[in-house]
């Protein structure tokens, strides 16, 4: 099992810049890939970006040169976190932020997300 909470969500005017962080515990040697997601009123929830083991990313076109994903997982260590550094925030960023992990046999776990609000 992987718990998974969300922070640093908020208000913010536009242009601005928050940083969300993703608290992770339990069984943190079993994540391979970790994520985060958004969920906007009325709409789907949509990949934002995704970092694996190994340093690899993948950005959503929405968020390439603006956001940045970035983990600190170790089985020796106390604050296993994943953060998303979000910059130069539009009101189309207005969502719920979900973290995501996905295991090395392929479960996936989902925080309870984290509202962020753009405002114009």
């Known amino acids: 099992q992987v718990q998974l909470v969300e922070s640093g969500g908020g208000l913010v005017q536009a242009g601005g810049s928050l940083r969300l962080s993703c608290a992770a515990s339990?069984?943190?040697?079993?994540?391979?890939?970790t994520g985060w997601y958004r969920q906007a009123p009325g709409k789907q929830r949509e990949l934002v970006a995704e970092?694996?083991?190994?340093?690899?990313?993948?950005?959503?076109?929405a968020a390439k040169d603006r956001f940045t994903i970035s983990r600190n997982l170790s089985r020796d260590n106390a604050k296993n976190t994943v953060y998303l550094q979000m910059s130069s925030l539009e009101p189309e960023d207005t969502a719920v932020y979900y973290c995501?992990?996905?295991?090395?046999?392929?479960?996936?776990?989902w925080g309870r997300g984290t509202q962020v609000t753009v405002a114009s």
């Open positions: 995501n992990a996905k295991t090395w046999s392929k479960q996936g776990y």
């Open positions: 339990g069984l943190i040697f079993s994540i391979n890939n």
């Open positions: 970092m694996a083991t190994g340093g690899n990313t993948k950005y959503a076109d």
